[in-house]
């Protein structure tokens, strides 16, 4: 949650109050996770009056109901007064992209085991989409392959079988225990990844224009892509779709679920690094099976480290409150720590050059506050962490012209 107060520009600020560095920062936020909007943030003034935020909606800011916060005089004169509505960080949409071959559990080869790869992936995977911890993040999830007579087209991955839905929810679960197969004759062959990479990514850019956001692909699987015409279904094909879906700020996961150590299992994963590298995500998770509690806690540990790395860094900047006008050079951005009550400045750093800083989307028309890599790492890192951004009475930043 990010609690975003604005302030008038008057200069006849109470020496106590306003002061050389521009204004009293409101202590009264509270923070949901990223994502999430809370109403929680509250300020008074010395008038009495208070304001409360709202939800957002799905894919949306919401910058709530406006009150006054932050502390300064609301009476005559035109003395400043710092006002606070509720807004989120930019929210964050999760493609998963699930495999469903034979090879996660049909039993036709020893390391073909069920219960070693399918069942404990499978369990961890419903945990992910039911956590409590996953507030704030919107998912779908795309089983690949599809039937066997369309599971080469890209149309058979344009449309997920669980459609965009904010967690936590169960409707993953029932998806995830509908197609289980029941029999080792129900299981499907081949392993379209290219397919579903472009079908993926096409489902996303007709997503995002009714819902903007960061958007990424996560793509589960436990091996090379097989089946379909070699050309268009190979490694090299999967790594230029997941070069092209970075280009359109799509990034991609890859979580690679390893055979069980059985003498004669074949090795079927090294080159899922290449596809997680060119996503923009440096290289594969892959997780060891063969102990199926030792793999359900892996595959748990690796959603939520692309839980926390998917954490947006971007949030819009709300409207100023009625009679107020925005100004750049008025903005002081805070992070609190989990566990702490108080907020540490970020510096304000257009080129992100300094340690712990923010900047403008774009320094000479704003629209988007972003925090720079080194303090958006902490923050991924801190599921609890939240931001408060001030708009001060006066300047306490120089932005370049």
């Given amino acids: 949650m990010v609690a975003v107060g604005a302030g008038c520009s008057a200069t006849n600020v109470r020496d106590d109050r306003g002061g050389s560095d521009g204004g009293q920062t409101s202590s009264g936020a509270s923070g949901e996770p990223a994502g999430e909007a809370s109403g929680g943030a509250s300020g008074e003034a010395s008038g009495g ?19 006054a916060g932050g502390e300064g005089s609301a009476g005559a004169g035109g003395s400043c ?41 499978v369990a961890a995977t419903k945990e992910f989409f039911s956590d409590p911890a996953s507030s704030g993040l919107t998912a779908s999830l795309t089983f690949f392959p599809d ?20 967690l936590p929810s169960d409707a993953f679960k029932e998806a995830l225990d509908a197609i289980e197969p029941k029999s080792s004759r129900d299981w499907r062959g081949g392993t379209p990844t290219a397919w579903v990479m472009e079908g993926t990514i096409g489902f ?19 091996g090379y892509p097989q089946d379909c015409d070699e050309e268009s279904n190979s490694i090299d094909a999967v790594v230029a779709d997941a070069q092209a879906a970075l ?8 979580i690679g679920v390893e055979n069980p150590p059985i003498e004669g299992a074949p090795k079927t994963l090294s080159d899922l690094h290449e596809i997680a590298a060119a996503g923009g995500t440096e290289e594969a998770i892959l997780i060891d099976t063969g102990n199926p509690s030792q793999t359900t806690a ?92 001030d708009f001060t009475c006066e300047s306490v930043i120089v932005v370049p012209r």
């Fill in 49 to 67: 009056a208070s304001g409360q935020g709202g939800a957002p909606d799905l894919g949306g800011i919401d910058v709530g109901a406006t009150g």
């Fill in 81 to 121: 007064v710092t006002q606070t509505s509720a807004a989120s960080l930019q929210p964050v949409y999760l493609a998963f992209a699930f495999d469903v071959s034979g090879s996660m559990g049909q039993g036709d080869k020893e390391w073909h085991d069920k219960e070693a790869k399918w069942d404990p992936v």
């Fill in 147 to 166: 039937e066997k007579d369309v599971r080469c087209t890209l149309e058979a991955y344009t449309t997920p079988d669980v459609p965009l839905t904010p």
């Fill in 204 to 222: 996303i850019e007709a997503a995002r224009q009714e819902n903007p956001g960061k958007y990424a692909i996560v793509l589960v699987t436990d």
């Fill in 247 to 254: 280009a359109k700020e799509i990034s991609t996961y890859v």
């Fill in 298 to 389: 892996a595959f748990r540990d690796a959603v939520d480290r692309i839980r926390g790395a998917a954490v947006s860094c971007t949030m819009e900047i709300p409207p100023a409150p009625d009679g107020r006008t925005f100004d750049k050079e008025k903005v002081r951005v805070l992070h609190t720590t989990d566990g702490s009550d108080t907020p540490a400045a970020l510096t304000y750093d257009q080129t992100c050059a300094t340690e712990g800083a923010w900047r403008y989307d774009d320094p000479a028309s704003p629209t988007q506050i972003v925090i720079c890599p080194g303090a958006c790492d902490t923050i991924q890192a801190d599921v609890k962490a939240t931001l408060s951004v």
